[in-house]
Every structure is written in structure tokens, then in C-alpha cells.
């Protein structure tokens, strides 16, 4: 992985960073025992967005469900109850 920028931060009082030319608002933090911190990138999407291909694949199974072309049902009595 080739780096594009590097810099030194420092964490403020409120125990922020501050990261310069992002070009994301949203990241998946991960914190790492010897201190590294992992920020991912991450594109939030509206939940009630579906995408074209997503509503396909609804409409396909829907379809199927009345043809009845189903699997076995799954037994999830081995799962623990909440």
C-alpha cells in the first residue's frame, strides 16, 4: 500500500484527531493493542435505498416463493434465545 499522504497529529482535549483533505466524512475505526489506529473508508447509503440489482434479486425470490421453488426450512432451535 502506497501512502499518497503522511503527516504528524496530535489528539486534542477532547481526544480528537484532526485529518486534513479528507475525502470522507465517514470511517470504520479500528484501535489496535499496540496503538495504531485503521480508519476504512465508509459511504453511507440511505436504508431505504435499495439499488437496482438488490430489487432484482427481491423480485426474483418473491417469484420463486410462488412457484413455490423454496428450500427446506431452517431449524434454528440451536440458536440462543434473546
Avoid: W
Wanted: charged share 30%; net charge negative.
Amino acid at each position: 500500500m502506497q501512502a499518497t499522504m503522511e503527516y504528524d497529529a496530535s489528539v486534542d482535549m477532547k481526544k480528537r484527531i484532526t485529518l486534513r483533505g479528507s475525502k470522507y466524512s465517514h470511517y470504520h475505526v479500528e484501535e489496535c493493542e499496540d496503538g495504531r489506529i485503521i480508519l476504512e473508508p465508509r459511504v453511507l447509503v440511505s436504508p431505504f435505498e435499495l439499488s437496482k440489482n438488490t430489487l432484482s434479486v427481491m423480485d426474483s425470490s418473491m417469484e420463486n416463493y410462488k412457484k413455490g421453488t423454496v428450500s427446506k426450512p431452517v431449524d434454528l432451535s440451536s440458536l440462543p434465545q434473546e
